[in-house]
């Protein structure tokens, strides 16, 4: 598909904060080509975040966005369905603070966009990526190299693989590593299922922080003292979920990524990084339209 989507109709979702425990919802319309994917409060509805023109915040536990008057947790899930199911242009009317987070998964998402279909637009679909080889290190161990697609015969393919490793150190968490080429199928069948987890030790301490409020067994794989409190939905679906947040987090690019990523025990906090380096040197990116 070389041509911009956008939904075909209205789609509303509700539920409540995973970090708040909140009520939230939101519903999203179809938009005009090129308008790529914006965000809209209704109660500052003048200030409108348009993915692809601004930086996360340095949060640890979810990915925020703002604006001067308002910020919006927790849309990595959200944006990797809508970025994988081929939504190029969409406005989301947001009630609340975060994006509900449903079961904890993309999962919920990718079927909500697949229940009111896209409509094609005549304008071409754009992707992006790097110029030249990118890394990305701290001195944590966190690293990230982006390498970028190359042409054959003046033609890309529109693909990304994602060589990923989180480093896990409790042996509940599972294999550690997922390599694979995301497409929209490996996408819903390997990875939107995967639900974001948590240990049960770290519980007191988040919700100390005004963190994890909404956090419940049917949202969140826990893991106690020597058990998984509830079962996995997929083999090794904590590598999973790192791998669906990180692809999130790289949809706020504004258009789909291609090319090669590797990636080391990266989180929101560092994903971010990537978003900070496009705006600020958009230059060393090539945006490509065929």
């Known amino acids: 598909m070389n041509k911009q989507q956008t939904l075909r109709s209205e789609l509303f979702i509700q539920g409540f904060g995973v970090h708040t425990g909140a009520p939230c919802s939101i519903k999203l319309k179809p938009a005009n080509q090129n308008s790529g994917i914006s965000f809209i409060n209704e109660q500052s509805s003048d200030q409108v975040i348009r993915v692809g023109h ?7 536990h979810a990915t925020v966005i703002r604006t001067n008057q308002w910020a919006l947790s927790t849309v990595e899930h959200l944006m990797a369905a809508l970025m994988l199911m081929g939504v190029d242009n969409a406005d989301i ?3 609340g603070t975060e994006i509900p987070i449903l079961d904890g998964s993309a999962l919920p998402f990718v079927q909500g966009i697949a229940d009111v279909g896209l409509q094609q637009q005549d304008a071409l679909k754009q992707w992006i990526t790097p110029r030249d080889i990118l890394e990305f290190t701290d ?4 690293f990230m190299v982006l390498e970028p697609a190359i042409p054959v015969q003046q033609i890309y393919q529109p693909a990304l693989f994602i060589d990923y490793n989180a480093d896990f150190i409790h042996p509940l968490n599972g294999n550690p590593v997922l390599t694979g080429r995301v497409t929209q199928e490996f996408f819903v069948r390997e990875i939107a299922p995967a639900r974001t987890f948590g240990f049960l030790e770290q ?3 988040l919700r100390h922080h005004k963190l994890a409020q909404g956090t419940t067994l049917g949202n969140s794989l826990v893991i106690g003292n020597g058990e998984l409190l509830n079962e996995m939905r997929l083999p090794d679906e904590c590598v999973r979920h790192k791998f669906l947040d990180l692809i999130g987090d790289l949809s706020l690019l504004g258009k789909m990524i291609i090319g090669n990523v ?12 990537v978003i900070e380096h496009f705006l600020k040197n958009p230059e060393k990116w090539r945006v490509i339209e065929q």
């Open 54 to 60: 601004v930086i996360p915040d340095p949060a640890m």
């Open 93 to 95: 009317f947001v009630q």
């Open 139 to 142: 001195d944590k161990g966190r």
């Open 203 to 205: 519980l007191p301490f």
């Open 262 to 273: 590797k990636a080391n025990k990266t989180s929101h906090n560092f994903n971010r990084l």
